[in-house]
């Protein structure tokens, strides 16, 4: 157990560092440079921003530097936002986003794991497909249809809610709601999949035989072992959803790190961008390494390999 | 296959989705060419009108006519959805065959760097590329293709797992049949189905991953539409003119779920384990 979360461990900080690499080399092809093309700035002061940034060094040196900056956690100053570091910025961020997506994600559990759970336990009825059906048309809902559609509907013409913005303590809803509805559809159709083919294997039988509860069965006996592809589909997509949706923040006009990281791309403000990269790429290895710890304890036949 | 294809139309949906695509497709080449109307040209005078019978789905602000533009979009919309899907097809299919093949070490070394590609944040790789390389068409697809390859890659590689050590494989190889001709003349058919299946269910990621980048002002560049454009600008004026973003949305919705349908149907035809489950 300590072996492989070492072992994973290493594996994550390689990946964090890959990361930075690839952002890294992705930014040096930028022609001419971010903050040449914005406005005229005097040759001083050109100067010392390349110095800052250590862009007057060869590459290698300056991937040295970031590899520096994500070492000792001391990350440099935003390019666009200036006198803001992005440890600032993410800092500013992460709560937002970090509340529209635990708020998405109790929703789509709430939703999903109840609706798919009940069609898988009425196979082939009519209340079966509807659920299934459901499930179905909340994965094709793309958010940037049903956020606009929520907005529009909750937002402008009911006026529950603010329609965009981050001003009052509700604003939160109607973002995490979208979110919440789309997740659940894939939820609901993984749940349904997987505690169905649970409910045909032979352990289920011998539970049965032994003379446990319908109840006992489905829920101590079948439904653990069933969330394992649930739990699978949920690391990555919980730090996706805590990261912020880039469209859900953009729909919403949130200033969560979805926004910040689309500002930042299309400013070309590659210390920010790079920062951002790499708090995403952390968050997935955290989430990844939670889910095979758990998913270890869930199912006794999985074994945690180095 | 025969089987495979009477059990995919057993199911109603299924015919219906597939009946649904097709007509789709040959609205979306046909239909910019009987249409009257440009999908770029403007009628300023007209500005937005309601669905009429000269515009029978309205026109935008612009005055440009809603339908001619849907149908232009959605062919620009499965154009990027069919070869990025085809680009990740080809990186994922190469690398899992060479895998599987090649086994040992090469294989654990290779599989294990899938591992730590499923743990990068793709999505910001590919908007910082699109945003820093200016929004070119084939960096859309090629861009989206790069990043969906991984799942395809696991697949191709435990289908070559399994049949690698047959008989037909191992009398090829006695016979003195190189690396290459096993891979192209003995495996490649015999994947060919799984392959399929996962691609039928890469398109509509795909369709997804363009309109979000397209919806973020990255992806497809006016005047040029695809649906997430158009849905990005029915979202600016939905306030007057809900119907600008109702519509794209509608057709958009209706092909991810005619896709997702038909994917499904595709697995559960091919692979009757997984049919015995639903």
């Known amino acids: 157990m300590i072996r492989f979360i070492v072992s994973r461990f290493v594996q994550g900080i390689i990946v964090i560092f890959a990361v930075i690499t690839i952002t890294f080399a992705l930014s040096k092809m930028v022609p001419g440079g971010s903050v040449r093309s914005e406005r005229f700035i005097s040759k001083e002061a050109q100067k010392a921003q390349d110095e800052y940034y250590g862009r007057d060094k060869p590459w290698i040196v300056q991937l040295g530097l970031q590899f520096k900056h994500y070492a000792t956690l001391n990350l440099p100053e935003s390019e666009h936002y200036k006198g803001r570091g992005v440890d600032e910025i993410i800092a500013s961020g992460f709560p937002v986003s970090a509340m529209v997506g635990g708020a998405a994600l109790m929703i789509a559990l709430t939703i999903g794991v109840p609706l798919g759970a009940y069609a898988a336990l009425r196979p082939n009825t009519l209340e079966d497909r509807a659920s299934t059906l459901a499930a179905i048309v909340g994965v094709c809902a793309p958010s940037m249809v049903l956020g606009p559609l929520i907005a529009l509907v909750f937002g402008l013409k009911l006026g529950w809610f603010n329609a965009s913005g981050w001003f009052d303590s509700s604003?939160?809803?109607?973002?995490?709601?979208?979110?919440?509805?789309?997740?659940?559809?894939?939820?609901?159709?993984?749940?349904?999949?997987?505690?169905?083919?649970?409910?045909?294997?032979?352990?289920?039988?011998?539970?049965?035989?032994?003379?446990?509860?319908?109840?006992?069965?489905?829920?101590?006996?079948?439904?653990?072992?069933?969330?394992?592809?649930?739990?699978?589909?949920?690391?990555?997509?919980?730090?996706?959803?805590?990261?912020?949706?880039?469209?859900?923040?953009?729909?919403?006009?949130?200033?969560?790190?979805?926004?910040?990281?689309?500002?930042?791309?299309?400013?070309?403000?590659?210390?920010?961008?790079?920062?951002?990269?790499?708090?995403?790429?952390?968050?997935?290895?955290?989430?990844?390494?939670?889910?095979?710890?758990?998913?270890?304890?869930?199912?006794?036949?999985?074994?945690?390999?180095? | 296959m025969r089987a495979a294809w009477s059990r995919l139309m057993q199911q109603r949906m299924n015919a219906w989705a597939l009946k649904f695509l097709l007509v789709l497709i040959f609205l979306c080449y046909a239909g910019p060419q009987l249409s009257p109307y440009d999908q770029s040209q403007q009628d300023l005078e007209l500005k937005a009108t309601n669905p009429s019978p000269a515009h029978w789905l309205g026109t935008d602000p612009l005055g440009r006519d809603m339908l001619t533009r849907i149908l232009h979009g959605g062919r620009v919309s499965l154009e990027v959805g069919l070869l990025a899907t085809a680009v990740a097809v080809i990186i994922g299919v190469l690398y899992g065959m060479i895998s599987g093949l090649a086994g040992g070490r090469t294989d654990a070394a290779m599989m294990r760097i899938v591992d730590i590609l499923y743990a990068f944040p793709f999505v910001n790789f590919v908007i910082l590329l699109m945003a820093i390389r200016g929004r070119e068409f084939w960096l859309i697809f090629v861009a989206i293709g790069a990043v969906e390859w991984l799942t395809m890659a696991r697949v191709v590689r435990g289908q070559v797992l399994a049949l690698k050590n047959l008989e037909f494989v191992i009398a090829a190889r006695a016979c003195g049949a190189g690396f290459w001709h096993i891979v192209w003349r003995h495996l490649l058919p015999n994947v060919t189905g799984p392959v399929i299946i996962y691609a039928s269910l890469t398109v509509p990621g795909v369709m997804l991953l363009e309109a979000a980048l397209s919806f973020l002002g990255l992806g497809i560049q006016p005047p040029d539409a695809s649906w997430g454009v158009l849905i990005q600008d029915g979202a600016h004026s939905m306030e007057s003119y809900p119907w600008l973003l109702i519509y794209p949305g509608l057709f958009f919705s209706a092909t991810l779920l005619a896709l997702n349908l038909l994917g499904d149907g595709l697995r559960d035809a091919f692979d009757p384990k997984s049919m015995s489950q639903q």
């Open chain 1, 171 to 306: 604003d939160w809803v109607l973002p995490a709601s979208t979110l919440g509805i789309i997740y659940s559809g894939y939820i609901a159709r993984l749940t349904r999949g997987s505690l169905r083919e649970t409910l045909a294997q032979e352990f289920i039988r011998t539970a049965r035989a032994k003379g446990a509860g319908e109840a006992s069965v489905v829920f101590l006996h079948a439904l653990k072992l069933a969330s394992l592809p649930v739990l699978n589909f949920l690391g990555p997509a919980a730090a996706g959803l805590l990261t912020g949706s880039f469209i859900v923040e953009t729909v919403f006009q949130l200033p969560g790190l979805g926004q910040f990281f689309v500002s930042a791309a299309i400013n070309k403000d590659i210390p920010l961008a790079i920062g951002l990269s790499t708090f995403f790429a952390a968050l997935i290895v955290c989430f990844n390494l939670m889910v095979d710890i758990l998913q270890s304890v869930l199912n006794p036949r999985i074994r945690l390999q180095a």
